[in-house]
């Protein structure tokens, strides 16, 4: 069983940055990929960035250019840069451990004020 606590969330002005940590209870080099998903209000979870064991990024459209996934096997943590923030952003922001079992984070609050 891995637990995976995220960080980093909170209140910021359009434009604002922020970056999120998601830290594993053990090694996140044993799974395939870790990502980053965020859920609006009335909304379905959305992959937001993912990134392989080999260190393979992707990202959704809505995020390319601002948002930087990245991992530090040493720290078995996951972080998500995120730049020029948008109220759109707006979500609760999970974090995913993608192996042979999946698991998941309890999400930080992201808030975006126009």
């Known amino acids: 069983q891995v637990q995976l606590v995220e960080s980093g969330g909170g209140l910021v002005q359009a434009g604002g940055s922020l970056r999120l940590s998601c830290a594993a209870s053990?090694?996140?080099?044993?799974?395939?990929?870790m990502g980053w998903y965020r859920q609006a209000p009335g909304k379905q979870r959305e992959l937001v960035a993912a990134?392989?064991?080999?260190?393979?990024?992707t990202y959704a459209d809505s995020v390319k250019g601002r948002f930087t996934i990245s991992r530090d096997n040493t720290k078995n943590t996951v972080y998500l840069q995120m730049n020029s923030l948008k109220p759109e952003d707006t979500a609760v922001y999970y974090c995913?451990?993608?192996?042979?079992?999946?698991?998941w984070g309890q999400g930080t609050q992201v808030t975006v004020s126009s």
């Open positions: 990134i392989t064991r080999r260190g393979s990024q």
């Open positions: 053990g090694s996140i080099f044993s799974f395939n990929a």
């Open positions: 995913k451990a993608d192996g042979s079992w999946d698991y």
